[in-house]
Protein backbone atom coordinates (compact mmCIF):
# COMPACT_ATOMS: atom_id res chain seq x y z
CA UNK A 1 0.00 0.00 0.00
CA UNK A 2 3.00 2.39 0.95
CA UNK A 3 4.88 2.35 -2.49
CA UNK A 4 1.20 3.72 -4.01
CA UNK A 5 1.29 7.06 -2.28
CA UNK A 6 5.51 7.26 -3.17
CA UNK A 7 6.17 10.21 -5.03
CA UNK A 8 3.24 12.74 -3.94
CA UNK A 9 3.87 16.14 -3.47
CA UNK A 10 4.20 17.09 0.47
CA UNK A 11 0.67 19.24 0.18
CA UNK A 12 -0.90 15.92 -1.88
CA UNK A 13 0.54 13.04 0.66
CA UNK A 14 -1.26 15.50 3.09
CA UNK A 15 -4.70 16.61 1.84
CA UNK A 16 -4.93 12.68 0.82
CA UNK A 17 -4.51 11.84 4.40
CA UNK A 18 -6.51 14.34 5.59
CA UNK A 19 -9.16 13.40 3.26
CA UNK A 20 -8.96 9.66 4.21
CA UNK A 21 -9.20 10.69 8.05
CA UNK A 22 -12.23 12.84 7.08
CA UNK A 23 -14.28 9.50 5.50
CA UNK A 24 -12.81 6.83 8.33
CA UNK A 25 -14.27 9.80 10.80
CA UNK A 26 -17.50 9.33 9.21
CA UNK A 27 -17.65 5.89 9.37
CA UNK A 28 -16.85 5.83 12.85
CA UNK A 29 -19.50 8.50 13.74
CA UNK A 30 -21.67 6.19 11.00
CA UNK A 31 -20.87 3.45 13.67
CA UNK A 32 -22.35 5.18 17.03
CA UNK A 33 -24.92 6.69 15.42
CA UNK A 34 -26.61 3.90 12.91
CA UNK A 35 -25.14 1.13 14.87
CA UNK A 36 -27.14 1.81 18.35
CA UNK A 37 -30.22 0.88 16.31
CA UNK A 38 -28.81 -2.67 15.70
CA UNK A 39 -28.52 -3.25 19.35
CA UNK A 40 -31.13 -0.99 20.73
CA UNK A 41 -33.74 -3.85 20.95
CA UNK A 42 -31.37 -6.41 22.44
CA UNK A 43 -30.64 -4.00 24.37
CA UNK A 44 -34.05 -2.48 25.99
CA UNK A 45 -35.47 -6.07 26.22
CA UNK A 46 -32.64 -7.09 28.58
CA UNK A 47 -31.73 -9.90 26.02
CA UNK A 48 -27.83 -9.04 26.04
CA UNK A 49 -25.85 -6.41 28.63
CA UNK A 50 -25.06 -3.27 26.93
CA UNK A 51 -21.59 -3.57 26.29
CA UNK A 52 -21.34 -7.08 25.62
CA UNK A 53 -24.34 -6.18 22.63
CA UNK A 54 -22.39 -3.26 21.21
CA UNK A 55 -19.07 -5.34 21.63
CA UNK A 56 -20.60 -8.36 19.39
CA UNK A 57 -22.71 -6.04 17.22
CA UNK A 58 -19.28 -3.71 16.17
CA UNK A 59 -17.47 -7.49 15.32
CA UNK A 60 -20.68 -8.07 13.46
CA UNK A 61 -20.38 -5.14 11.51
CA UNK A 62 -16.84 -5.79 10.70
CA UNK A 63 -17.62 -8.87 9.30
CA UNK A 64 -20.53 -7.66 7.46
CA UNK A 65 -18.08 -5.03 5.72
CA UNK A 66 -15.03 -7.19 5.19
CA UNK A 67 -17.58 -10.00 3.18
CA UNK A 68 -20.52 -7.12 1.71
CA UNK A 69 -18.85 -6.56 -1.74
CA UNK A 70 -18.70 -3.16 -3.44
CA UNK A 71 -22.46 -3.15 -5.50
CA UNK A 72 -23.75 -0.53 -2.93
CA UNK A 73 -20.44 1.73 -3.14
CA UNK A 74 -20.67 2.22 -6.68
CA UNK A 75 -24.36 2.87 -6.66
CA UNK A 76 -23.33 5.96 -4.17
CA UNK A 77 -20.11 6.36 -7.01
CA UNK A 78 -22.16 6.98 -9.85
CA UNK A 79 -24.57 9.06 -8.11
CA UNK A 80 -22.33 11.83 -9.69
CA UNK A 81 -22.78 12.01 -13.39
CA UNK A 82 -20.44 10.13 -15.24
CA UNK A 83 -18.86 13.43 -16.81
CA UNK A 84 -18.12 14.62 -12.93
CA UNK A 85 -16.29 11.05 -12.29
CA UNK A 86 -14.20 11.18 -15.96
CA UNK A 87 -13.13 15.09 -14.61
CA UNK A 88 -10.75 13.52 -12.15
CA UNK A 89 -7.94 16.56 -10.63
CA UNK A 90 -6.62 16.65 -7.08
CA UNK A 91 -8.15 20.37 -6.23
CA UNK A 92 -11.59 19.32 -7.58
CA UNK A 93 -11.57 15.87 -6.14
CA UNK A 94 -10.58 17.24 -2.61
CA UNK A 95 -13.31 19.81 -3.04
CA UNK A 96 -15.91 17.42 -3.67
CA UNK A 97 -15.09 14.95 -0.59
CA UNK A 98 -14.51 17.70 2.08
CA UNK A 99 -17.73 19.54 1.11
CA UNK A 100 -19.95 16.42 0.96
CA UNK A 101 -18.13 14.56 4.03
CA UNK A 102 -18.42 18.26 6.03
CA UNK A 103 -22.42 18.40 5.40
CA UNK A 104 -22.73 14.54 6.30
CA UNK A 105 -20.88 14.84 9.86
CA UNK A 106 -22.09 17.87 11.08
CA UNK A 107 -25.44 16.53 10.10
CA UNK A 108 -25.15 13.56 12.23
CA UNK A 109 -23.58 14.93 15.11
CA UNK A 110 -26.47 17.24 15.39
CA UNK A 111 -28.96 14.57 15.36
CA UNK A 112 -27.12 12.20 17.34
CA UNK A 113 -26.60 14.97 19.93
CA UNK A 114 -30.37 14.96 20.23
CA UNK A 115 -31.07 11.25 20.40
CA UNK A 116 -32.82 11.71 16.85
CA UNK A 117 -32.56 8.30 15.16
CA UNK A 118 -31.43 10.19 11.91
CA UNK A 119 -30.27 8.45 8.51
CA UNK A 120 -26.55 8.09 7.89
CA UNK A 121 -27.42 6.72 4.34
CA UNK A 122 -30.00 10.21 3.51
CA UNK A 123 -27.16 12.75 4.95
CA UNK A 124 -24.75 11.13 2.64
CA UNK A 125 -26.68 10.47 -0.20
CA UNK A 126 -28.10 14.46 0.02
CA UNK A 127 -24.63 15.22 0.20
CA UNK A 128 -23.39 13.72 -2.82
CA UNK A 129 -26.64 15.05 -4.79
CA UNK A 130 -25.35 18.87 -3.29
CA UNK A 131 -22.35 18.53 -4.67
CA UNK A 132 -23.55 17.38 -8.09
CA UNK A 133 -25.98 20.20 -8.73
CA UNK A 134 -23.91 22.60 -7.27
CA UNK A 135 -21.10 21.62 -9.58
CA UNK A 136 -23.68 21.73 -12.69
CA UNK A 137 -24.33 25.08 -11.62
CA UNK A 138 -20.73 26.66 -11.58
CA UNK A 139 -20.39 24.99 -14.57
CA UNK A 140 -23.27 25.93 -16.33
CA UNK A 141 -24.40 22.06 -16.80
CA UNK A 142 -28.15 21.99 -16.90
CA UNK A 143 -29.31 20.79 -13.93
CA UNK A 144 -30.92 17.19 -15.30
CA UNK A 145 -27.48 16.21 -16.16
CA UNK A 146 -25.59 17.86 -12.79
CA UNK A 147 -26.72 14.36 -10.94
CA UNK A 148 -27.71 10.93 -12.55
CA UNK A 149 -31.22 11.16 -11.52
CA UNK A 150 -32.56 8.15 -12.71
CA UNK A 151 -29.38 6.45 -10.15
CA UNK A 152 -30.95 8.82 -7.28
CA UNK A 153 -34.53 8.17 -8.31
CA UNK A 154 -33.57 4.42 -7.85
CA UNK A 155 -32.11 4.67 -4.21
CA UNK A 156 -34.87 6.92 -3.25
CA UNK A 157 -37.38 4.54 -4.29
CA UNK A 158 -35.73 2.20 -2.06
CA UNK A 159 -34.88 4.86 0.62
CA UNK A 160 -39.20 5.51 0.67
CA UNK A 161 -39.81 1.89 -0.16
CA UNK A 162 -37.69 0.34 2.93
CA UNK A 163 -38.97 1.89 6.04
CA UNK A 164 -42.87 1.71 4.50
CA UNK A 165 -42.22 -2.26 3.59
CA UNK A 166 -40.57 -2.20 7.51
CA UNK A 167 -43.88 -0.90 9.27
CA UNK A 168 -46.01 -3.11 7.41
CA UNK A 169 -43.90 -6.90 7.49
CA UNK A 170 -43.44 -5.92 11.41
CA UNK A 171 -46.70 -5.05 12.10
CA UNK A 172 -48.13 -8.13 10.28
CA UNK A 173 -45.10 -10.42 11.74
CA UNK A 174 -46.59 -9.15 15.26
CA UNK A 175 -49.78 -10.14 14.75
CA UNK A 176 -48.29 -13.38 13.38
CA UNK A 177 -46.52 -14.32 16.96
CA UNK A 178 -49.90 -13.55 18.56
CA UNK A 179 -52.10 -15.34 17.01
CA UNK A 180 -49.75 -18.47 16.87
CA UNK A 181 -48.80 -17.99 20.84
CA UNK A 182 -51.65 -15.20 22.26
CA UNK A 183 -50.56 -16.16 25.76
CA UNK A 184 -46.55 -16.17 25.35
CA UNK A 185 -44.52 -14.51 27.43
CA UNK A 186 -43.26 -13.08 24.39
CA UNK A 187 -45.78 -10.57 24.70
CA UNK A 188 -44.64 -8.94 28.24
CA UNK A 189 -42.90 -6.01 28.14
CA UNK A 190 -38.89 -6.20 30.44
CA UNK A 191 -41.15 -3.92 33.31
CA UNK A 192 -44.41 -6.68 33.06
CA UNK A 193 -41.64 -9.81 33.08
CA UNK A 194 -39.77 -8.49 35.95
CA UNK A 195 -43.23 -7.43 38.37
CA UNK A 196 -44.59 -10.61 37.28
CA UNK A 197 -42.04 -13.31 36.90
CA UNK A 198 -39.38 -11.68 38.89
CA UNK A 199 -37.01 -12.39 36.34
CA UNK A 200 -34.67 -9.99 34.80
CA UNK A 201 -34.19 -11.58 31.15
CA UNK A 202 -36.60 -12.66 28.30
CA UNK A 203 -37.23 -16.93 28.05
CA UNK A 204 -35.03 -18.75 26.44
CA UNK A 205 -36.19 -18.82 23.05
CA UNK A 206 -37.06 -15.20 23.08
CA UNK A 207 -33.64 -14.41 24.09
CA UNK A 208 -32.06 -16.25 21.58
CA UNK A 209 -33.79 -14.85 18.88
CA UNK A 210 -33.87 -11.92 19.79
CA UNK A 211 -29.63 -12.25 20.36
CA UNK A 212 -29.15 -13.45 16.71
CA UNK A 213 -31.48 -11.07 15.23
CA UNK A 214 -29.69 -8.12 16.59
CA UNK A 215 -26.18 -9.49 15.31
CA UNK A 216 -27.61 -10.08 11.78
CA UNK A 217 -29.15 -6.51 12.05
CA UNK A 218 -25.30 -5.67 12.57
CA UNK A 219 -23.53 -7.44 10.11
CA UNK A 220 -26.29 -6.72 7.22
CA UNK A 221 -25.97 -3.12 8.69
CA UNK A 222 -22.18 -3.03 8.11
CA UNK A 223 -22.70 -4.59 4.47
CA UNK A 224 -24.72 -1.58 3.19
CA UNK A 225 -23.60 1.27 5.18
CA UNK A 226 -19.77 0.25 4.99
CA UNK A 227 -19.21 0.00 1.32
CA UNK A 228 -20.80 3.83 1.26
CA UNK A 229 -17.63 4.71 3.17
CA UNK A 230 -15.77 2.02 0.48
CA UNK A 231 -17.40 4.16 -2.12
CA UNK A 232 -16.05 7.59 -0.46
CA UNK A 233 -12.79 6.30 -0.12
CA UNK A 234 -12.40 5.21 -3.76
CA UNK A 235 -13.85 9.02 -4.80
CA UNK A 236 -11.07 10.37 -2.53
CA UNK A 237 -7.94 8.09 -4.21
CA UNK A 238 -9.75 8.66 -7.66
CA UNK A 239 -9.48 12.63 -7.38
CA UNK A 240 -6.89 12.94 -5.58
CA UNK A 241 -3.95 10.27 -6.94
CA UNK A 242 -6.05 8.91 -10.38
CA UNK A 243 -2.98 7.23 -11.55
CA UNK A 244 -2.84 4.66 -8.83
CA UNK A 245 -6.51 3.76 -8.22
CA UNK A 246 -8.66 4.78 -11.56
CA UNK A 247 -7.96 1.19 -12.62
CA UNK A 248 -7.46 -1.61 -10.20
CA UNK A 249 -3.66 -2.28 -10.43
CA UNK A 250 -3.84 -5.93 -8.65
CA UNK A 251 -5.98 -7.07 -11.97
CA UNK A 252 -4.91 -9.97 -13.46
CA UNK A 253 -4.50 -10.78 -17.50
CA UNK A 254 -7.99 -12.65 -17.76
CA UNK A 255 -9.44 -9.90 -16.13
CA UNK A 256 -8.08 -8.04 -18.75
CA UNK A 257 -8.44 -9.64 -21.55
CA UNK A 258 -12.07 -9.96 -20.38
CA UNK A 259 -12.26 -6.30 -20.40
CA UNK A 260 -11.12 -5.97 -24.20
CA UNK A 261 -13.32 -9.11 -25.21
CA UNK A 262 -16.12 -7.24 -23.86
CA UNK A 263 -15.34 -3.98 -25.90
CA UNK A 264 -15.16 -6.02 -29.09
CA UNK A 265 -18.40 -7.83 -27.91
CA UNK A 266 -19.81 -4.40 -27.79
CA UNK A 267 -19.08 -3.33 -31.15
CA UNK A 268 -20.80 -6.74 -32.50
CA UNK A 269 -23.94 -5.40 -30.87
CA UNK A 270 -23.86 -2.92 -32.05
CA UNK A 271 -23.54 -3.61 -35.79
CA UNK A 272 -25.40 -6.39 -35.11
CA UNK A 273 -28.30 -4.12 -34.08
CA UNK A 274 -27.55 -1.32 -36.76
CA UNK A 275 -31.23 -0.62 -37.77
CA UNK A 276 -32.21 0.37 -34.50
CA UNK A 277 -29.42 1.62 -33.03
CA UNK A 278 -27.66 3.23 -35.83
CA UNK A 279 -28.69 6.96 -34.99
CA UNK A 280 -28.29 6.70 -31.96
CA UNK A 281 -24.72 5.26 -32.08
CA UNK A 282 -24.23 7.31 -35.37
CA UNK A 283 -22.77 4.05 -36.47
CA UNK A 284 -20.45 4.28 -39.73
CA UNK A 285 -20.63 8.28 -39.32
CA UNK A 286 -18.00 9.06 -36.95
CA UNK A 287 -14.45 9.79 -37.55
CA UNK A 288 -10.97 8.35 -35.75
CA UNK A 289 -10.96 11.84 -34.05
CA UNK A 290 -14.09 11.88 -32.40
CA UNK A 291 -13.14 10.95 -29.15
CA UNK A 292 -14.95 11.69 -25.39
CA UNK A 293 -13.17 14.67 -24.38
CA UNK A 294 -11.74 15.05 -20.61
CA UNK A 295 -15.51 16.54 -19.45
CA UNK A 296 -18.55 14.54 -21.15
CA UNK A 297 -19.41 11.62 -22.87
CA UNK A 298 -21.43 11.27 -25.99
CA UNK A 299 -22.85 8.13 -27.43
CA UNK A 300 -22.43 9.28 -30.84
CA UNK A 301 -18.42 9.03 -30.14
CA UNK A 302 -18.98 5.07 -29.54
CA UNK A 303 -17.38 3.73 -32.52
CA UNK A 304 -14.19 5.66 -32.13
CA UNK A 305 -13.89 4.94 -28.53
CA UNK A 306 -14.14 1.44 -29.01
CA UNK A 307 -11.23 1.30 -31.06
CA UNK A 308 -8.63 4.19 -29.18
CA UNK A 309 -9.91 1.72 -25.62
CA UNK A 310 -8.56 -1.69 -28.08
CA UNK A 311 -5.78 0.29 -29.26
CA UNK A 312 -4.80 1.34 -25.51
CA UNK A 313 -5.11 -1.92 -24.11
CA UNK A 314 -3.65 -4.14 -26.81
CA UNK A 315 -0.57 -6.19 -25.83
CA UNK A 316 -1.23 -5.58 -22.53
CA UNK A 317 -1.44 -8.18 -19.61
CA UNK A 318 -0.69 -5.51 -16.76
CA UNK A 319 -2.18 -2.17 -16.21
CA UNK A 320 1.55 -1.42 -14.30
CA UNK A 321 2.63 -1.36 -18.09
CA UNK A 322 0.05 2.18 -18.62
CA UNK A 323 1.80 5.15 -17.51
CA UNK A 324 -0.75 7.11 -15.00
CA UNK A 325 -2.52 9.44 -18.20
CA UNK A 326 -3.81 5.94 -20.35
CA UNK A 327 -4.89 4.55 -16.92
CA UNK A 328 -6.62 7.60 -16.84
CA UNK A 329 -7.74 7.23 -20.24
CA UNK A 330 -8.68 4.04 -20.47
CA UNK A 331 -11.41 4.40 -17.20
CA UNK A 332 -12.64 7.36 -18.85
CA UNK A 333 -13.10 5.15 -22.34
CA UNK A 334 -14.64 2.25 -20.49
CA UNK A 335 -16.73 4.68 -18.01
CA UNK A 336 -18.27 6.11 -20.92
CA UNK A 337 -19.10 2.95 -22.88
CA UNK A 338 -20.72 2.03 -19.80
CA UNK A 339 -22.56 5.10 -20.02
CA UNK A 340 -23.53 5.03 -23.34
CA UNK A 341 -24.23 1.07 -23.23
CA UNK A 342 -26.85 1.89 -19.98
CA UNK A 343 -28.93 4.51 -22.48
CA UNK A 344 -28.83 2.11 -25.05
CA UNK A 345 -30.61 -0.51 -22.83
CA UNK A 346 -33.31 2.09 -22.31
CA UNK A 347 -34.08 2.60 -26.15
CA UNK A 348 -37.64 0.47 -26.30
CA UNK A 349 -36.30 -0.43 -30.06
CA UNK A 350 -34.51 -3.18 -28.24
CA UNK A 351 -35.63 -6.22 -26.57
CA UNK A 352 -35.36 -8.19 -23.66
CA UNK A 353 -32.94 -10.79 -24.92
CA UNK A 354 -30.75 -7.98 -26.23
CA UNK A 355 -30.62 -5.77 -23.12
CA UNK A 356 -30.24 -8.42 -20.56
CA UNK A 357 -27.14 -9.18 -23.32
CA UNK A 358 -25.96 -5.66 -22.81
CA UNK A 359 -26.14 -5.78 -18.86
CA UNK A 360 -23.81 -9.20 -19.05
CA UNK A 361 -21.55 -6.90 -21.11
CA UNK A 362 -21.95 -3.76 -18.82
CA UNK A 363 -20.39 -6.13 -15.77
CA UNK A 364 -17.11 -7.08 -18.19
CA UNK A 365 -16.54 -3.80 -18.91
CA UNK A 366 -16.47 -2.49 -15.09
CA UNK A 367 -14.94 -5.26 -13.50
CA UNK A 368 -11.85 -3.41 -13.22
CA UNK A 369 -12.93 0.05 -12.74
CA UNK A 370 -15.59 -1.13 -9.46
CA UNK A 371 -13.06 -2.73 -7.29
CA UNK A 372 -11.37 -1.48 -3.69
CA UNK A 373 -8.45 -2.21 -2.13
CA UNK A 374 -8.61 -4.80 0.91
CA UNK A 375 -6.78 -2.13 2.78
CA UNK A 376 -9.75 0.04 2.07
CA UNK A 377 -12.42 -2.40 3.05
CA UNK A 378 -10.66 -3.19 6.70
CA UNK A 379 -10.03 0.56 7.46
CA UNK A 380 -13.68 1.41 6.86
CA UNK A 381 -14.67 -1.88 8.29
CA UNK A 382 -12.76 -1.24 11.63
CA UNK A 383 -14.02 2.27 11.72
CA UNK A 384 -17.65 1.20 11.99
CA UNK A 385 -17.02 -1.51 14.16
CA UNK A 386 -14.97 0.60 16.30
CA UNK A 387 -17.70 3.49 16.05
CA UNK A 388 -20.18 0.75 16.76
CA UNK A 389 -18.90 0.67 21.22
CA UNK A 390 -19.54 4.21 21.96
CA UNK A 391 -22.22 6.90 21.96
CA UNK A 392 -25.03 4.42 21.71
CA UNK A 393 -27.40 4.82 24.86
CA UNK A 394 -29.58 7.97 23.81
CA UNK A 395 -30.99 6.11 20.82
CA UNK A 396 -31.47 2.79 22.58
CA UNK A 397 -33.59 5.09 24.97
CA UNK A 398 -35.47 6.08 22.06
CA UNK A 399 -35.60 3.03 20.31
CA UNK A 400 -37.83 1.34 23.19
CA UNK A 401 -39.86 3.79 25.20
CA UNK A 402 -40.00 7.00 22.86
CA UNK A 403 -41.59 5.45 19.58
CA UNK A 404 -45.06 3.81 21.46
CA UNK A 405 -46.69 4.78 24.33
CA UNK A 406 -46.25 1.64 26.28
CA UNK A 407 -42.92 -0.34 26.31
CA UNK A 408 -41.35 -2.72 23.99
CA UNK A 409 -42.17 -6.50 24.34
CA UNK A 410 -40.02 -9.01 23.89
CA UNK A 411 -42.46 -10.21 20.25
CA UNK A 412 -42.42 -6.35 18.90
CA UNK A 413 -38.60 -6.57 19.15
CA UNK A 414 -37.85 -9.79 17.48
CA UNK A 415 -40.35 -8.54 14.50
CA UNK A 416 -38.97 -5.45 14.44
CA UNK A 417 -35.09 -6.60 14.05
CA UNK A 418 -35.96 -9.79 11.68
CA UNK A 419 -37.69 -7.43 9.47
CA UNK A 420 -34.88 -4.92 9.18
CA UNK A 421 -32.83 -7.92 8.79
CA UNK A 422 -34.38 -8.96 5.25
CA UNK A 423 -35.21 -5.46 4.09
CA UNK A 424 -31.60 -4.89 4.31
CA UNK A 425 -30.62 -8.40 2.84
CA UNK A 426 -32.72 -8.00 0.20
CA UNK A 427 -31.70 -4.00 -0.55
CA UNK A 428 -28.01 -5.48 -0.62
CA UNK A 429 -28.76 -8.18 -3.10
CA UNK A 430 -30.08 -4.91 -5.64
CA UNK A 431 -26.97 -3.17 -4.50
CA UNK A 432 -29.51 -0.18 -2.87
CA UNK A 433 -28.33 1.78 0.05
CA UNK A 434 -31.17 1.92 2.64
CA UNK A 435 -31.47 3.20 6.33
CA UNK A 436 -31.11 0.57 9.46
CA UNK A 437 -32.31 3.61 11.30
CA UNK A 438 -35.66 3.81 9.72
CA UNK A 439 -36.40 0.61 8.59
CA UNK A 440 -35.76 -0.65 12.53
CA UNK A 441 -37.81 2.34 13.69
CA UNK A 442 -40.66 1.84 11.29
CA UNK A 443 -40.87 -1.65 12.29
CA UNK A 444 -40.37 -0.25 15.77
CA UNK A 445 -43.60 1.65 14.74
CA UNK A 446 -45.10 -1.38 12.55
CA UNK A 447 -45.32 -3.61 15.80
CA UNK A 448 -46.72 -0.82 17.92
CA UNK A 449 -49.55 -0.43 15.86
CA UNK A 450 -50.22 -4.05 15.58
CA UNK A 451 -50.38 -4.34 19.39
CA UNK A 452 -52.47 -1.27 19.71
CA UNK A 453 -50.05 0.46 22.23
CA UNK A 454 -50.44 3.60 19.99
CA UNK A 455 -47.42 6.18 19.08
CA UNK A 456 -45.94 8.84 20.97
CA UNK A 457 -46.63 12.08 18.46
CA UNK A 458 -43.41 13.63 19.57
CA UNK A 459 -41.08 11.52 18.65
CA UNK A 460 -42.52 10.35 15.97
CA UNK A 461 -43.16 13.71 14.65
CA UNK A 462 -39.48 13.88 15.24
CA UNK A 463 -38.04 11.17 13.31
CA UNK A 464 -40.54 12.30 10.11
CA UNK A 465 -39.17 16.03 10.55
CA UNK A 466 -35.43 14.33 10.44
CA UNK A 467 -36.30 11.91 7.44
CA UNK A 468 -37.91 14.96 5.64
CA UNK A 469 -35.43 17.63 6.42
CA UNK A 470 -31.69 15.06 6.23
CA UNK A 471 -32.18 15.01 2.17
CA UNK A 472 -32.90 19.15 1.51
CA UNK A 473 -30.53 20.18 4.31
CA UNK A 474 -27.59 18.34 3.55
CA UNK A 475 -27.77 18.75 0.08
CA UNK A 476 -27.85 22.63 0.78
CA UNK A 477 -24.85 22.45 3.04
CA UNK A 478 -22.85 20.74 0.96
CA UNK A 479 -23.70 22.28 -2.00
CA UNK A 480 -22.65 25.52 -0.34
CA UNK A 481 -19.47 24.74 1.29
CA UNK A 482 -18.75 22.79 -2.34
CA UNK A 483 -19.65 26.59 -4.10
CA UNK A 484 -17.22 28.11 -1.22
CA UNK A 485 -14.19 25.45 -2.24
CA UNK A 486 -14.47 25.81 -5.73
CA UNK A 487 -14.51 29.66 -5.30
CA UNK A 488 -10.94 29.37 -3.38
CA UNK A 489 -9.58 26.65 -5.50
CA UNK A 490 -10.46 29.87 -8.29
Known amino acids: MIELFSGLDAWVLISLLMAL ?9 NGFHDTANAVATVIYTKAMPPHLAVLLSGFFNFLGVLLGGVGVAYAIVHLLPVELLINVNTGHGLAMVFSLLAAAIAWNLGTWYFGIPASSSHTLIGSILGVGMSNAMINGIPMSQGVNWQKAIDIGASLVFSPVAGFVVAGLMLLGFKRWRPLSKM ?9 MDDKKHPPFWNRLVLVLSAMAVSFVHGSNDGQKGIG ?6 MGIVPGQFVLDLSTTTYQIERTRDATQHLSQFYERNHEQLGDFLALGKSSPGDLPSQSECNPQQTEPTIAALQNNLKGVSDYHSLSSEQRVEVRRYLLCLDDTAKKVGKLPALGDREKSDLDKLRKDLTVTTEYAPFWVIFAVALALGLGTMVGWKRVVLTIGEKIGKQGMTYAQG ?8 LMIGLANVFSLPVSTTHVLSSGVAGSMIANKSGLQAGTVRNILVAWLLTLPACMALAAGLFWLASKALG
Open 187 to 195: HKTPDQRKK
Open 414 to 421: MSAQITTT
Open 21 to 29: AFVLFFEFI
Open 232 to 237: LIMLVL
